[in-house]
């Protein structure tokens, strides 16, 4: 099973030799459904016993904390793909996340990766796109494939550059899920 995750603007020379699927936010359907942004609906908020968010980056954003702005529980419930990202420009730096909507602790931003988005992320894929894991699988045993992302860093240690979505796609074909 050959899946290769690849940036979404240098795609073609994908395109000849695999079978490109855009799993990115403007992806077509059914593909899109593994945007982080995706308003699956029921996605257990981690750290928070007994709440649930629409989307894993409506989590990840809610759980940011900055310097002006604390949790956005509002945020949880947001339904739209756009406009979900607090930004440093209106709530000042980012002092990390939240260990849950009520936590005292403030993640860094490695471990909250670790233990917010990874968990948030696995959860979409094992109980809401089982059907296009399938038809993923299927692809991949007819030949390559390629995904692609806007990024496309699969190491969650490495800070410099934001995790590509994609790239857990794929290590979780491979059953290559990051340790916790």
Avoid: C
């Amino acid at each position: 099973m050959e899946i290769r995750v690849v940036h979404h603007g240098r795609h073609a020379t994908a395109a000849a030799t695999a079978t490109v699927v855009d799993v990115t936010s403007r992806g077509p359907h059914p593909w899109v459904r593994f945007s982080p942004f995706y308003p699956h609906g029921g996605i257990p908020v981690p750290l928070t016993p007994g709440t649930t968010g629409t989307s894993v980056e409506a989590i990840w954003q809610a759980l940011k904390v900055f310097a002006s702005a604390d949790v956005d529980r509002a945020l949880l419930q947001a339904t739209r793909m756009t406009g979900l990202k607090r930004t440093v420009r209106r709530h000042g730096p980012v002092l990390g996340h939240r260990a849950g909507l009520d936590g005292t602790d403030l993640l860094d931003y490695e471990t909250a990766r670790r233990r917010i988005y990874l968990p948030a992320y696995r959860h979409v894929l094992a109980h809401n796109l089982t059907a296009e894991l399938t038809q993923l699988r299927l692809l991949a045993s007819a030949g390559p494939v390629a995904l692609l992302d806007y990024t496309t860093n699969g190491d969650v240690s490495d800070l410099s550059k934001p995790l590509s979505h994609a790239a857990l796609i794929r290590l979780h074909l491979l059953d290559e899920w990051p340790g916790g």
